[in-house]
Every structure is written in C-alpha cells, then in structure tokens.
C-alpha cells in the first residue's frame, strides 16, 4: 500500500508540473519564447514546432525574435504566428521574424486572471479525482483485510497531505502568474 501513496504523491507532484507548463503558455507584460515555441509551422510537407525550424530568442523589453534557419521558411513561420491567434503580428527581417507584444489592457490583465483560475480548477479537479481514485484503493485494501483500520487511516491522511501539498503549489503558481501579469 505505501507503493499505492506513493504513485499518488508522484503522480500530483506530475499534475503540478503540467499546471506550470501549462501557465507559461499564458502571455504576460513580458516575453517568454513558449508563447510561440510550439505553434506549427508547415515546412517541408510536414507540421514542425516553431522551435525546430529555428531559434528563437527574447530582446527585452516586449519583443521575441525567430531566427529561421532556412530563408525559405520565413513567410511559412510569419504565416503560422499570424493564424495563431494569439494576437501577434509579425515583421520580416531577412531571416529574423519579429514579434511585437502590445501592451497590455487592464480589461486583458483581468481576463487573464480568470483564465488562470479557470484553468488551475480543472488541475485541482484533477487532483481530488487522484485522492478518491486513492482513497477507493485504500477503502477496498481494508475491505479485503490487506490493511487494519489504523493504516487505513494513516493512509488517508497522507495521500490528503499530498493533495494538499500539490494545491499549495498549484496557488504559489497562481500568485507568481499573477504577479507576472501585474507587471
């Protein structure tokens, strides 16, 4: 059963991780190349992320650049961020693609926060579907007298200490995105 808890831990600790990626997607004041990074650009017959058809690099203080390793790319990555809709509009340099961030509106900001409350939700949804997934576990172990009423109990508890560990990390990212969206 400690096996049980601790796949738990490490698969909330996982869900945490995804909620972080997930959030560095989010465009703030600042420029963060996974804004664009994974946007698929048609090159060669194929899909690639943007990361693989060149690289990309931050010029602060609101502006991201692609450096595209074949010119005849260019107009393929302008095109892909463009259709995007992430609300950049690209400049062609020779083979640098620039990408302006306007600053942003309160009305933005405001409705960035309620997306990242959205979207933190469905990762805490996820979370207590982990803990009764676990609990169901650790009810039907007891049931089937593998486990005493006592390490039931203890069981609980630490797959609900794990839950509420990752929650407390899922609201720290939440404040720093935030914090970053103030800015």
């Known amino acids: 059963m400690d096996e049980l ?8 600790r996982d869900l945490v991780g995804a909620f972080q990626k997930e959030l560095s997607g989010f465009r703030t004041n600042r420029p963060v190349s996974q804004l664009i990074e994974d946007i698929k650009v ?10 693989q058809v060149g690289s990309i690099s931050i010029v602060p203080p609101r502006e991201i650049q ?19 809709n992430i609300g950049l509009t690209p400049s062609v ?14 009305e933005r900001r405001e409705e960035l926060k309620r997306l990242v409350k959205t979207v933190a939700e469905k990762f805490r949804i996820q979370l207590r579907a982990l803990r009764d997934e676990a609990n169901k576990k650790i009810e039907a172990a007891a049931k089937a007298k593998e486990v005493s ?12 200490k794990a839950i509420d560990a ?9 404040e720093r995105k935030f914090q970053e969206i103030e800015m």
């Open 66 to 84: 692609v450096n595209v390793w074949d010119t005849s790319a260019v107009h393929a990555v302008q095109k892909a961020i463009e259709t995007a």
């Open 166 to 174: 990752a929650n407390k990390d899922i609201e720290g990212l939440i």
């Open 149 to 160: 009423e006592d390490q039931k109990f203890k069981l609980r508890e630490r797959v609900q």
């Open 5 to 12: 808890v601790k796949s738990h831990e490490a698969r909330g």
């Open 93 to 106: 340099q020779g083979n640098i693609v620039r990408v302006m961030l306007p600053p942003m509106s309160d």
């Open 42 to 51: 048609e090159y060669a017959g194929q899909f690639l992320p943007l990361k």
